[in-house]
């Protein structure tokens, strides 16, 4: 039986998909893209997820993606591939291909056209995914602000635990703080959640998270690699200065346009070509650039970045 005890631990990146300025896919960025990630702490990526917009995609270009991260990534990396599509068959077309060349997991959120009108509509759809792979830790990606889906996950881990076998826990992208504690609790601590909520690392680590994904951990990893080491080394106050400083940073992007669009350009600054993005995500117009550029020079971003990686 597949062991689903193996718990995803650190930084795990939701990597923007490498494109030229016109939005077509560079998969030949991958191996120095995933070079740069290790290098910077992080311990693997939630791969074609909401960050690399896996949704507007093309399949062979998901699968493309897939095969580059699985081959490129060094030895000790993890790679977790979002299958979800409006299509079931799609996403278990695309579940199949990610076991077959080696992936660590799989992931789905839910339906989101025809969405699941119950908890077990849910645990049902999921396991339609699961099943076809049934080597391959699964996990439910649960993002109710971008698919209207929100039924409390203890109740979806309790019932789907009984019908998946290979369910090894959920990536948590809500701030509801009883209902994410009360996972991490379920059957003494069997499912490895993991926090999709990145400005909220600190407080999660408080409570004893120890796997995070987010898109923030593409550019940023050495300030959440130094939260974590001051926690450790009780300086509970200077981490949580140094989360509240990174949410600055995350509003100067934001306000840029489309935060994704900024994300690409803040990887370009730091060598990682991602290009552009696609519709109906917009490209930051060049003043925009400026601005926000002068604003994260005013915060000392990348002069914190350069001395937390050395």
């Known amino acids: 039986m597949i062991d689903t005890r193996k718990q995803f631990t650190g930084l ?10 016109h939005g077509q896919l560079r998969p030949e960025v991958v191996g120095k893209y995933a070079r740069f990630l290790h290098r910077q702490g992080v311990k693997g990526v939630f791969l074609n997820g909401t960050s690399g917009e896996g949704v507007s995609l093309r399949r062979a270009e998901r699968k493309e993606l897939t095969q580059a991260w699985v081959e490129e990534s060094p030895a000790d990396f993890s790679v977790v591939v ?15 291909f ?14 989101f056209f025809y969405r699941p009108a119950s908890l077990e509509r849910l645990v049902d759809y999921c396991k339609g995914i699961a099943e076809v792979v ?24 309790k019932l789907a635990g009984e019908q998946i076998p290979s369910l090894a826990g959920v990536k948590y ?6 209902d994410f504690e009360a996972c991490r609790l379920v059957n003494q601590g069997q499912y490895n959640i993991l926090s999709g ?7 999660s680590y408080a409570t004893g998270c120890r796997g995070f994904i987010g898109s923030t951990y593409n550019f940023a990893a050495p300030l959440y690699v130094e939260m974590m080491r001051l926690f450790d080394n009780g300086q509970v106050g200077e981490a949580n200065q140094l989360q509240n400083y990174f949410v600055e ?6 306000k840029s346009g ?11 600054e730091l060598g990682v070509e991602c290009g552009g993005v696609r519709q109906p995500l917009t490209p930051i117009p060049d003043s925009e650039f400026d601005s926000m550029m002068k604003e994260l020079e005013g915060l000392a971003f990348f002069e914190k970045l350069e001395q937390l990686s050395k």
């Open 249 to 254: 940073v995350i509003q100067v992007m934001a």
């Open 12 to 21: 795990i990146a939701a990597p923007l998909a490498p494109m030229d300025r």
């Open 98 to 111: 990610a076991a077959e060349v080696g992936a660590d997991g799989v992931s789905t959120m839910s339906a």
């Open 258 to 268: 489309d935060y994704f669009a900024a994300a690409k350009r803040v990887m370009r």
């Open 173 to 178: 992208t809500k701030e509801n703080r009883v």
């Open 197 to 203: 909520c990145d400005d909220m690392l600190v407080s």
């Open 134 to 157: 049934p080597n391959t830790p699964f996990y439910y990606y649960h993002i109710p602000v971008m698919t209207s889906v929100d039924y409390p996950m203890v109740d979806f881990l």
């Open 82 to 96: 979002n299958v979800s599509h409006t299509s079931i068959y799609r996403s278990q077309e695309l579940a199949s």
